[in-house]
């Protein structure tokens, strides 16, 4: 396939597929422990309204189902679905469904047209899903379709800052032309409608993140980047659609 082939190709694609180092880090203790489940603690701790009793979460971007366990540690689903287009991943996350147990479904699918009904989910769960996405509102209508009137986006993404670096540039793959700041972020789930403020909103700086030195420098005492004079590198969010 040519050069212009293989472009046009990706710019019709709704997603940019992981390489293969990005497939192998995903089942990493690292991912599952200090990027993971770090990251489901900082949501969970940003919803400030009861959730119903056993809810049905949509893990939307599910991969190798490393989430499932934390996800059933945190909230005690009825139910989860996860979905996801990457079918090798998929087959990993019916063997972690099968060692979690309980009601969990595992389905082929695109972020961008979820296989599941209107109104269907007390929870949507998207994390580091986003920014392999080039159909992004798309995928917000999906999310917000899928969503019962009241029910919750647990939103976590790297930002710009992080995968425009040129680490993370040759280890992974990723649509750069859709990629956007913290704010722009938070702007388009506002636009979509979803409901957040301040309370429910964090831009963790982890180590991990910080692709230029991985927090060296911090840890040296050579340097202390302040909250509002640095590029943020993830954004957190606990947005509720209206009822």
């Given at each position: 396939?040519?050069?212009?082939?293989s472009?046009?190709?990706?710019r019709?694609?709704?997603?940019?597929?992981?390489?293969?180092?990005g497939?192998?880090?995903?089942?990493?203790?690292?991912?599952?422990h200090?990027?993971?489940?770090?990251?489901i603690d900082?949501?969970?701790?940003?919803?400030?309204?009861?959730?119903?009793?056993?809810?049905v979460?949509?893990?939307?971007?599910c991969?190798q189902g490393?989430?499932?366990?934390?996800?059933?540690?945190a909230?005690?689903?009825g139910r989860i679905?996860?979905v996801d287009c990457?079918?090798?991943s998929?087959?990993l996350?019916?063997r972690?469904?099968?060692?979690?147990?309980g009601d969990i479904?595992?389905?082929h699918g695109?972020?961008a047209?979820?296989?599941?009904?209107?109104?269907?989910?007390?929870i949507?769960?998207c994390?580091?899903?986003?920014?392999h996405?080039v159909?992004?509102?798309r995928a917000l209508?999906?999310?917000?379709?899928v969503l019962k009137?009241?029910?919750?986006?647990?939103f976590a993404e790297?930002t710009?800052?992080?995968?425009?670096?040129w680490?993370?540039?040759c280890?992974?793959?990723?649509p750069?032309?859709?990629q956007?700041?913290?704010d722009?972020y938070?702007?388009?789930?506002?636009a979509?409608g979803?409901?957040?403020?301040?309370?429910?909103i964090s831009?963790?700086?982890l180590w991990?993140?910080?692709?230029?030195?991985?927090?060296?420098?911090?840890?040296?005492?050579?340097h202390?980047?302040?909250?509002?004079?640095r590029?943020?590198?993830l954004?957190?969010?606990a947005?509720?659609?209206?009822?």
């Open positions: 396939m040519s050069s212009n082939s472009s046009t190709a990706r019709h694609s709704t997603f940019v597929p992981e390489t293969a180092f497939v192998w880090f995903l089942r990493t203790h690292t991912w599952e200090h990027v993971l489940r770090v990251a900082d949501l969970k701790r940003h919803i400030d309204a009861p959730l119903p009793r056993a809810p979460i949509v893990d939307a971007g991969g490393i989430s499932f366990k934390l996800l059933a540690r909230f005690e689903p679905v996860g990457h079918r090798p998929l087959a996350a019916e972690a469904a099968r060692y979690v147990g479904e595992v389905l695109d972020c047209a979820l296989p599941l009904p209107d109104a269907s989910a007390d949507v769960f994390h580091q899903t986003f920014h996405l159909e992004q509102e209508d999906s999310f917000w379709r009137p009241g029910g919750l986006l647990l790297s710009d800052a992080y995968i425009k670096s680490v993370i540039r280890l992974f793959r990723h750069m032309h859709v956007k700041s913290a722009g938070l702007d388009m789930l506002r979509k979803f409901l957040f403020d301040e309370r429910h831009l963790p700086y991990w993140s910080r692709a230029k030195d991985f927090g060296l420098l911090e840890r040296l005492g050579l202390h980047p302040q909250p509002g004079k590029r943020e590198t954004v957190n969010v947005a509720r659609k209206p009822l």
